[in-house]
C-alpha cells in the first residue's frame, strides 16, 4: 500500500473514529441524566429519548464522510485508486472538519440535552425548548460534514 493510499483510509477512519466517540460520549451523557430523571417517574421516557438520542447524529455524518471517503478511493469497486502524497494528505484533511466539529459537538450536545432532561424533569411543558437548544449545537456538526463534502466533491484523481 502506498503512503498516499494509506492517508486516505486514516482520514476516512479519523472521520468515524472522532465522530463516534464524541456520540458516544455525548448520548452516555443524556443517558445517565434521563436515567436519572426516569428513576422518578418512568413515564417520561418518550421525551427523554430524543434528547438521548440527538448526540448520535455526529457518528453518523461521520460514518457518511467515511463511506464517501472508501468510496471516492475506490476501495467499494475493488478498483483502488493509486494516491500521491500530496493527493492522500488532501483526502485525510477533507476528513478534518466532520471529525473534529463531530467530536466537539456531540460531546456538547449531550452536555445541553442533559440539561434539557433535567428542564424537563421540573416543567414538563417545555421540551420544545429543551429540543430547540439540542439542535443548535447540531448546527455546527452540519456544517462539519457540508465543508467536508463540498471538499470531497471538488477532489478529482
Known sequence: MNVGLFLAIAGAAIAV???GT???KGIGLVATAASGAMSEDPKKFGKFILLVA???TQGIYGFVMGFLTIQKIGLLEAQVVQLTMVQGLEVLFMNFPIAI???F???HQGKVCA???NLISKQEGEM???LVMGVLVEFY???GLLVSIFVWLFLSF
Request: proline share 4%.
Open 115 to 117: 440539561a434539557g432532561v
Open 105 to 107: 459537538s456531540a460531546i
Open 17 to 19: 473514529a472522532f465522530s
Open 22 to 24: 464524541g456520540s458516544a
Open 128 to 130: 420544545g425548548k429543551a
Open 101 to 103: 466539529a463531530g467530536l
Open 141 to 143: 456538526a452540519v456544517l
Open 54 to 56: 440527538l448526540p448520535g
